[in-house]
Nanobody
Framework: QVRLVESGGGLVQPGGSLRLSCAAS????????MGWYRRAPGNQRELVAV???????IYADSVKGRFTISRDNAKNTMYLQMNALKPEDTAVYSC??????WGQGTQVTVSS
């Protein structure tokens, strides 16, 4: 098992930016589908962005063009750059390796 720790969440105004980090306790080179998910109050967890085969990326339609997923395998860390944030992006953001490992989540609140 790999331990994942997210950081970088916070309160930001609409239109602002945040960069989330997901630090893994072990190598992420072989992670099956490493990515970011989010859960807003009263909603189910939903995909935000994920790496799949050969580092192909998939984004939710709601974040395309605004969010960018990236990874630094040497640092065992994955990132989510979030720009042009909207109130509807407010949620707890969690990272996963795609193999059952999840972080505890980091809160992102977009509000004026």
């Amino acid at each position: 098992q790999v331990r994942l720790v997210e950081s970088g969440g916070g309160l930001v105004q609409p239109g602002g930016s945040l960069r989330l980090s997901c630090a893994a306790s072990g190598s992420i080179l072989s992670a099956r589908a490493m990515g970011w998910y989010r859960r807003a109050p009263g909603n189910q967890r939903e995909l935000v962005a994920v790496f799949i085969h050969n580092d192909k990326t998939i984004y939710a339609d709601s974040v395309k063009g605004r969010f960018t997923i990236s990874r630094d395998n040497a640092k065992n860390t994955m990132y989510l750059q979030m720009n042009a944030l909207k109130p509807e992006d407010t949620a707890v953001y969690s990272c996963t390796t795609g193999s059952g490992d999840w972080g505890q989540g980091t809160q992102v609140t977009v509000s004026s």
